[in-house]
DNA sequence: TCACAATGAACAA
DNA sequence: TGTTCCTTGTGAC
C-alpha cells in the first residue's frame, strides 16, 4: 500500500476529476455489483482520506469506504489535451484517442497509451468510477463497502490522529497520549491504526532509524520529548510522500542523491529492504526480524547495542 | 508455469 | 500466535 501518503494523494486526486459530477459506477468483476448499484449516478460531494481509509461520500448519505490493504491500487485514467471532443462518439470512430494513466497505489507510474477512451477493464475491477472523461478502477482492496454516515463514524472513532487532518497541539498530544499508556514494544505501536494513522511497514522501520530507536523498547519508556518528535518527524515524511508521491525518508542526502532517490526506490530507505546490506551510517549489517507479523528492518549498531545509555 | 512476496488488517483460538 | 482474504508482478524453473 500503500501507507498513508497514497491515499491523500488518492483523496486529493479525486477530488479534482470526481467532485461535484454524477459519477457512474460500475463492478466489472461483479464483487461490489450491489455496492456500485447503490452509489452510480449520483454526485460525489465530499472525498476524504484519513491515514489509510478513503471516505467518498456521495449524495444520499451514501459513503463508499475503500481500504486499499497491502496490494490494493487505483488505476486512474484521464483523457488528455481535447478530452471533450476526444470523447465524442464522432472522434472515437475516426480511432483511439490519447488517454493518461495514473496508477496510484503499490507503485505510481504515469503513461500514455493508444487506446480507446474509456478503456476495457483488466484484471479484476472490483470498483470503476466513471465521468465522460475520467475513469478509476479499484483493484484488489481489502475493503469496498458502502456505509451510513453512522457507520464510518464508528469506523473514524477508531483511528489514531492523522497528520494532516490532526494538526498543532491536539494531534501531537493525542499521539503522546496514546504511545505512552501502552507497553507494547515501540515498533508495533507505531504500526497500530488506533495509535496513529497511516504509517505502515515502511515507514514505521524508517522513523524508527531515523531515531536511532530500539523497536523492541516498550512504548511507555520512551520520554515525552522523543514522542513529540516522532510525531512531528511523522508529520513531515507525511506531507513530503503526499507531495512527492514516494516514501524517500532518508535525511542523508544532498539535492542530487534526493533527485536519484526519487527515481531509483533501493536508494530511499536507510533500512527497510535492506537485510545483510551495510548500514548507510555504521556499516553494521542491517537485520531483519518479524514483528506484528511483518519484516522489521533495523541497524543492531545503530538502534540497539551502540545507544549511549541514557 | 508456478511459487511467492508485497507499503494490511480482521478473525479465531 | 496463527490463518485467512484480496490481486498482481517478478523471478525461478
Given at each position: 500500500m500503500p501507507e498513508g501518503h497514497t491515499v491523500h494523494r488518492i483523496a486529493a486526486l479525486f477530488r479534482e476529476v470526481f467532485l461535484n459530477q454524477s459519477i457512474l459506477a460500475s463492478s466489472p468483476q461483479g464483487r461490489f455489483r450491489d455496492g456500485a448499484a447503490l452509489i452510480s449516478g449520483s454526485v460525489l460531494e465530499r472525498a476524504e482520506a484519513r491515514g489509510k481509509q478513503l471516505f467518498l461520500h456521495f449524495e444520499s448519505d451514501r459513503i463508499v469506504r475503500v481500504h486499499l490493504g497491502i496490494y490494493g491500487a487505483w488505476d486512474v485514467m484521464t483523457l488528455q489535451g481535447d478530452s471533450v471532443r476526444a470523447g465524442s462518439a464522432q472522434t472515437l470512430s475516426l480511432g483511439a484517442p490519447r488517454a493518461s494513466r495514473r496508477r496510484l497505489g503499490e507503485r505510481e507510474e504515469s503513461f500514455d497509451a493508444d487506446e480507446p477512451f474509456p478503456p476495457a477493464p483488466r484484471g479484476a475491477v472490483r470498483l470503476r468510477l466513471e465521468t465522460s472523461e475520467v475513469v478509476a478502477d479499484l483493484r484488489g482492496p481489502t475493503a469496498c463497502e458502502v456505509h451510513t454516515p453512522e457507520e464510518a463514524a464508528s469506523v473514524v472513532a477508531r483511528l489514531g490522529p492523522d497528520p494532516l487532518l490532526d494538526t498543532g497541539i491536539r494531534g501531537q498530544r493525542e499521539f503522546v497520549k496514546r504511545v505512552s499508556?501502552?507497553?507494547?514494544?515501540i515498533g508495533v505501536v507505531l504500526m497500530d491504526q488506533a495509535v496513529?494513522?497511516?504509517?505502515?511497514n515502511v515507514y514505521r522501520a524508517e522513523i524508527l532509524f531515523r531515531h536511532l530507536?530500539?523497536?523492541?523498547?516498550?512504548?511507555?519508556?520512551?520520554?515525552e520529548e522523543v514522542l513529540v518528535d516522532l510525531w512531528k518527524d511523522w508529520s513531515g515524511l507525511l506531507a513530503d510522500g503526499v507531495k512527492?508521491?514516494?516514501?524517500?525518508?532518508?535525511?542523508?542526502?544532498d539535492s542530487a542523491g534526493r533527485k536519484r532517490a526519487l527515481r531509483v526506490?533501493?536508494?530511499?530507505?536507510?533500512?527497510?529492504?535492506?537485510?545483510?546490506l551495510p548500514c548507510r551510517v555504521c556499516g553494521t549489517h542491517v537485520q531483519m526480524a518479524l514483528m506484528a507479523t511483518r519484516k522489521l528492518y533495523f541497524c543492531p549498531q545503530c538502534q540497539i547495542s551502540g545507544k549511549a545509555s541514557s
Amino acid at each position: 500500500m500503500p501507507e498513508g501518503h497514497t491515499v491523500h494523494r488518492i483523496a486529493a486526486l479525486f477530488r479534482e476529476v470526481f467532485l461535484n459530477q454524477s459519477i457512474l459506477a460500475s463492478s466489472p468483476q461483479g464483487r461490489f455489483r450491489d455496492g456500485a448499484a447503490l452509489i452510480s449516478g449520483s454526485v460525489l460531494e465530499r472525498a476524504e482520506a484519513r491515514g489509510k481509509q478513503l471516505f467518498l461520500h456521495f449524495e444520499s448519505d451514501r459513503i463508499v469506504r475503500v481500504h486499499l490493504g497491502i496490494y490494493g491500487a487505483w488505476d486512474v485514467m484521464t483523457l488528455q489535451g481535447d478530452s471533450v471532443r476526444a470523447g465524442s462518439a464522432q472522434t472515437l470512430s475516426l480511432g483511439a484517442p490519447r488517454a493518461s494513466r495514473r496508477r496510484l497505489g503499490e507503485r505510481e507510474e504515469s503513461f500514455d497509451a493508444d487506446e480507446p477512451f474509456p478503456p476495457a477493464p483488466r484484471g479484476a475491477v472490483r470498483l470503476r468510477l466513471e465521468t465522460s472523461e475520467v475513469v478509476a478502477d479499484l483493484r484488489g482492496p481489502t475493503a469496498c463497502e458502502v456505509h451510513t454516515p453512522e457507520e464510518a463514524a464508528s469506523v473514524v472513532a477508531r483511528l489514531g490522529p492523522d497528520p494532516l487532518l490532526d494538526t498543532g497541539i491536539r494531534g501531537q498530544r493525542e499521539f503522546v497520549k496514546r504511545v505512552s499508556s501502552t507497553s507494547r514494544p515501540i515498533g508495533v505501536v507505531l504500526m497500530d491504526q488506533a495509535v496513529v494513522s497511516g504509517i505502515g511497514n515502511v515507514y514505521r522501520a524508517e522513523i524508527l532509524f531515523r531515531h536511532l530507536l530500539d523497536p523492541f523498547r516498550p512504548a511507555s519508556t520512551l520520554p515525552e520529548e522523543v514522542l513529540v518528535d516522532l510525531w512531528k518527524d511523522w508529520s513531515g515524511l507525511l506531507a513530503d510522500g503526499v507531495k512527492t508521491g514516494v516514501m524517500l525518508t532518508r535525511n542523508d542526502l544532498d539535492s542530487a542523491g534526493r533527485k536519484r532517490a526519487l527515481r531509483v526506490a533501493k536508494d530511499r530507505y536507510f533500512v527497510y529492504k535492506r537485510e545483510g546490506l551495510p548500514c548507510r551510517v555504521c556499516g553494521t549489517h542491517v537485520q531483519m526480524a518479524l514483528m506484528a507479523t511483518r519484516k522489521l528492518y533495523f541497524c543492531p549498531q545503530c538502534q540497539i547495542s551502540g545507544k549511549a545509555s541514557s
